[in-house]
């Protein structure tokens, strides 16, 4: 069956679910536990790529990964137009793509810019609301089987646990909600200015290639024309 965006992306914008954006979830300090749970998870199903993506305002923010590419590996995050796990949150259930170049439903930049074929996504869900995807991505057309899904979920439930575990950390607001919308909001801006800072700083150092900054920029087209 062929890949069907969901009508209603609304979800994404829903205030109660950005509410659950709290510096301890957007640190960019590798959390052990969440990254020991990406590395299962490739290991488990012979894809190159595991992530913790938690689906933000703008951008999809990678809390833990392994084997993204460097220009990935310097911005960990990507627009959020241009992502599967979006979907993964707005239908606040599992996506599994066996190939992406034949699903025209998909957004085409990630597929054709990193050559992504294979994607399974579970939700990721912070105090009752889907705040991304546990997930893993190859470059080769696949199908896992009832089995290893069964167990990638059960990873995808330690993951959530662990973020909850997170967020936790995060003390009881003093001020009045007003004021602490208004805080969340500058954290949120400031945490989604950081991939094209932390691209070109490693650009600068000479850590990457022209052409993976370019194609990093690219990954993060959206941010760089923002008005807000």
Request: glycine content about 8%; some cysteine.
């Amino acid at each position: 069956m062929s890949f069907v965006p969901p009508k209603d992306m609304s979800v994404l914008d829903n205030a109660e679910r950005m509410s659950s954006f709290d510096a301890p979830l957007l640190d960019s300090s590798p959390d052990p536990e969440l990254q020991a749970l990406v590395t299962e998870a490739t290991a488990l199903t012979g894809f190159p790529i595991g992530l913790v993506s938690l689906v933000v305002r703008k951008i999809q923010y990678f809390r833990a990964q392994v084997g993204l590419p460097p220009d990935l590996s310097a911005t960990l995050a990507t627009d959020r137009c241009t992502s599967f796990c979006q979907f993964v949150v707005a239908r606040g259930g599992p996506l599994e793509i066996e190939d992406a170049a034949r699903e025209p439903g998909l957004p085409r930049d990630l597929v054709e810019r990193y050559g992504i074929r294979a994607y399974v996504g579970f939700p990721l869900k912070v105090r009752g609301q889907t705040v991304g995807s546990f997930c893993v991505i190859g470059a080769q057309p696949a199908r896992l089987t009832a089995e290893v899904l069964t167990k990638l979920e059960q990873l995808a439930g330690r993951a959530s646990a662990r973020l909850e575990a997170l967020a936790r950390q995060m003390p009881a607001p003093a001020s009045s909600p007003e004021a602490e919308e208004k805080a969340r909001s500058a954290w949120l801006a400031v945490a989604e200015a950081q991939p094209l800072l932390s691209l070109s700083e490693r650009f600068a150092d000479g850590q990457m290639s022209f052409e993976e900054f370019q194609r990093g920029l690219g990954a993060l087209a959206g941010l760089t024309d923002s008005s807000d």
